[in-house]
Antibody, heavy 124, light 106 residues
């Protein structure tokens, strides 16, 4: 059974830092792109970042570029999100999700498994 | 940056057909997928690659994508289908979500 379990969320002051972790099980972690997706209270889903199977490619939404860093440790089946210079608008539930990608001319992409999420609250 | 637009809300009577749209420039040239999210729960994939259903998703869920619009159709809508629905596509190494549609079954 595929499982994604996030941890590391909490309350942090504006300008502070936090590191989220996601431990994966039930599949070969090193064979999959992985993503972080967030959802602000009462709002919709927003993709934050993703990382290639071997960590050689990383992509971010514009609003977090230069502040957030996605990384992974395939030996530990773990995905991370280092969040620096946090702002009130970063307050959200952060989900770890497994990417499915395919195709060459037209790219197939979707998330087939999601974690339960970790709440990050940025407030003074 | 690429955007896709969904109606904020759709209402349907039990047993009727609900259609939720997702609009974007030449969206039909890309692949779209759909997620269902109930309050307090994580999103669940209900349609991928425009029209394919993951294992365990009821047959009443179907999808299409042509021109500028992708559509999620729920036939014989049940009370348990009341939820938020999000479309998603991919563009230039960026994952793009629609704003979400709240489906009310009344």
């Amino acid at each position: 059974e595929v499982q994604l379990v996030e941890s590391g969320g909490g309350l942090v002051q504006p300008g502070g830092s936090l590191r989220l972790s996601c431990v994966a099980s039930g599949f070969t972690f090193s064979n999959h792109w992985m993503s972080w997706v967030r959802q602000a209270p009462g709002k919709g889903l927003e993709w934050v970042a993703n990382i290639k199977e071997d960590g050689s490619e990383k992509y971010y939404v514009d609003s977090v570029k230069g502040r957030f860093t996605i990384s992974r440790d395939n030996a530990k089946n773990s995905l991370y999100l280092q969040m620096n210079s946090l702002r009130a608008e970063d307050t959200a539930v952060y989900y770890c999700a497994r990417d499915v990608r395919g195709g060459t001319v037209v790219i197939v992409h979707y998330f087939d498994y999601w974690g339960r999420g970790s709440l990050v609250a940025v407030s003074s | 940056s690429y955007e896709v637009i969904q109606p904020p809300s759709v209402s349907v009577s039990p047993g009727q057909t609900a259609s939720i749209t997702c609009s974007g420039d030449k969206l039909g040239d890309k692949y779209a997928c759909w997620y269902q999210q109930k309050p307090g729960q994580s999103p669940v994939l209900v349609i991928y690659q425009d029209s394919k259903r993951p294992s365990g998703i009821p047959e009443r869920f179907s999808g299409s994508n042509s021109g500028n619009t992708a559509t999620l159709t729920i036939s014989g809508t049940q009370a348990m289908d009341e939820a938020d629905y999000y479309c998603q596509t991919w563009d230039s190494n960026t994952v793009v979500f629609g704003g979400g549609t709240k489906l009310t079954v009344l």
